[in-house]
C-alpha cells in the first residue's frame, strides 16, 4: 500500500468523486462500477493514468504507486474469477456489526441492490463469453498458424490486453502467436512463391488433356517447363490448390481372380516322387501349345499315369478355356483307367 496520506482537504476533494465509497487518511475504498469501467477501458488499451484522469481523479494526489497498485490488484483479481472477482466481499467498512434488526424498507433496498449487482455483472459476463464462445467455436480442429490469426482478428478489434488470456483459450504458444506476427513478411514471400508455383504446377497437371501424380508432374516441369521442384513441394502445393490425380480403377477380373482363388497353390504331396509302383495312383496333366498354319495354334492337354507312363486321355481344341481340361477328365473317366 502506498505511504502517501490524505489531509482533510484532499480527503474532501476524493469523497466528492462519485466513484469513491469511503476515504480515510491512507486508505480510499473505490466503487465496483469503477472498478468494472477500469477493466473494461483497460482491456481497450488505455492506461492506468489515463482511465483514472478521465474518471475525475488527480493521479498527482494520489500518487502513480497507488493507481498502479489498484491496476494490478483489479487486474490479478479479474483474471482470477472475471468480473465477480471485482466486487468488495469485505465487510462493511470493517466495523462492529450492528445488532439492531433490520426495518421491512432496509430489507428491501438491501435486497433490491444485491439484485442489481448481479443483474450487472451477469450482463458484463455475457458479453465477456459471447467473444470467448466466438473465439473458442472459430479455433476448433485449426492448425497454430490459424489460431495466431484468428487471435490477431479478435486482438485487433480493440483486446490488446488479452492476448495472453486468447493464447492460453486457444491452447498455442504466447511467443509462438508474437513470432507469427513478426514473420508476416515472410509468409507475403512464401505465398506469392506458392501462387507462381502453383500456377506452373496445374499447367503441368493438365498437360496433353489428363490429370497426372506428382512423379508425373515433377517430370513434366522438367522436360516442358525446365524447371524442378522436389516431390515434397509439388504435393504441398497439390493439397494447398486442391489438385487431386484419379486412381485408376482395379481390374475387375483380378479381384474376381482373387477372391475365387483361382490361381492359388496347392501343398506339394508327390514330392516329385512320380513312381508310386500302383497305377492310377499319381496321375499328371499338362497342355501343350502346337502352332500349325499361318500363325495359328492348337491346344493339346493330356492325362498321363505317373508309375505306368500310360497316356489315359487326350484331348484337342483351337482355344485355350476351361472346358479343355474338363473335357479332358471326363475322357479319362470313360476310359474307366481310375
Not at 39 to 45: A, E, R, S, V
Not at 50 to 57: L, P
Not at 64 to 69: A, C
Not at 136 to 145: H, I
Amino acid at each position: 500500500m502506498s505511504k502517501k496520506h490524505f489531509n482533510p482537504s484532499e480527503r474532501e476533494q476524493l469523497s466528492a468523486n462519485p466513484y469513491v465509497l469511503r476515504v480515510s487518511e491512507k486508505s480510499i475504498t473505490y466503487a465496483d462500477e469503477f472498478k468494472r469501467l477500469f477493466i473494461d477501458q483497460y482491456l481497450l488499451g488505455r492506461t492506468p493514468r489515463e482511465i483514472f484522469e478521465a474518471n475525475g481523479f488527480d493521479v498527482e494526489m494520489l500518487g502513480m504507486k497507488r493507481v498502479e497498485q489498484c491496476a494490478d490488484r483489479w487486474k490479478k483479481a479479474y483474471e482470477k474469477d472475471g468480473i465477480i472477482g471485482l466486487a468488495d466481499s469485505r465487510k462493511e467498512a470493517a466495523l462492529r456489526p450492528s445488532k439492531r434488526p433490520l426495518s421491512k424498507e432496509e430489507i428491501i433496498a438491501k435486497q433490491e441492490a444485491k439484485i442489481r449487482l448481479l443483474e450487472e455483472q451477469l450482463a458484463y459476463v455475457k458479453k465477456l463469453d459471447k467473444n470467448e464462445r466466438r473465439l473458442l467455436a472459430n479455433g476448433k480442429d485449426l492448425n497454430p498458424s490459424e489460431c495466431f490469426e484468428l487471435i490477431r482478428h479478435v486482438v485487433k478489434n480493440g483486446r490488446e490486453r488479452m492476448t495472453r488470456y486468447f493464447c492460453d483459450l486457444l491452447g498455442v504458444s504466447r511467443s509462438g502467436y508474437y513470432n507469427y506476427l513478426r514473420s508476416a513478411d515472410k509468409r507475403l514471400a512464401r505465398k506469392q512463391a506458392d501462387e507462381k508455383a502453383g500456377d506452373l504446377i496445374k499447367k503441368a497437371f493438365h498437360k496433353r488433356g489428363f490429370k497426372k501424380g506428382s512423379r508425373s508432374i515433377k517430370m513434366t516441369l522438367e522436360q516442358e517447363y525446365h524447371t524442378v521442384y522436389n516431390l515434397k513441394r509439388i504435393r504441398r502445393l497439390m493439397r494447398k490448390f486442391n489438385l487431386v490425380c484419379p486412381h485408376r480403377r482395379a481390374n475387375p477380373y483380378r479381384r474376381m481372380a482373387k477372391a475365387t482363388q483361382e490361381h492359388r497353390t496347392l501343398e506339394n504331396m508327390l514330392q516329385r516322387d512320380f513312381k508310386k509302383g500302383i497305377p492310377g495312383l499319381a496321375l499328371l496333366t499338362d497342355i501343350t501349345y502346337l502352332p500349325y498354319g499361318n500363325s495359328q495354334m492348337a491346344y493339346f492337354s493330356t492325362i498321363l499315369d505317373a508309375s505306368t507312363g500310360e497316356l489315359l486321355a487326350q484331348n484337342l481344341s483351337p482355344t485355350l478355356h476351361l472346358p479343355l481340361a474338363t473335357e479332358t477328365v471326363e475322357l479319362a473317366n470313360e476310359t474307366e483307367a481310375f
